[in-house]
């Protein structure tokens, strides 16, 4: 299984990026995909989630109305668009796939992991 996240950049605050994840498999034989970033010196915060049948999606405090989970079923590619973007954003943000054991806010707790992307806010 590979996850290969795409769509990172540098941008001013204010500013949009959509960070996209290209799965090696059908995203739908997994119950939920999220997206995670880390800055270094710190854990890597949860930031969405989507139950890949059930399109349903769970959104951290921080980037709720400002950013979007989705998915493309006919493509295997998560997504995540980021609007109003701010120096906070900044980080390296990676796509995770398959809950194991544990709540969509658990890094843990998922089985399969991309190699990142990182998104700049200046």
């Known amino acids: 299984v590979q996850l290969v996240e795409s769509g990172g950049g540098s941008v001013q605050a204010g500013g949009s990026l959509r960070l996209s994840c290209a799965a090696s498999t059908d995203i739908k034989s997994w119950n939920f995909m999220g997206w995670f970033r880390q800055v270094p010196g710190r854990e890597r915060e949860a930031v969405a989630s989507i139950h890949t049948r059930a399109g349903s999606t769970t959104y951290a405090g921080s980037v709720k109305g400002r950013f979007t989970i989705s998915q493309d079923n006919a493509k295997n590619t998560l997504y995540l668009q980021m609007n109003n973007l701010k120096p906070e954003d900044t980080a390296m943000y990676y796509c995770?796939?398959?809950?194991?054991?544990?709540?969509?806010?658990?890094?843990?707790?998922?089985?399969?992991w991309g190699q990142g992307t990182q998104v700049t806010v200046s």
């Open positions: 995770a796939a398959e809950i194991r054991d544990g709540t969509w806010r658990n890094a843990g707790a998922y089985r399969y």
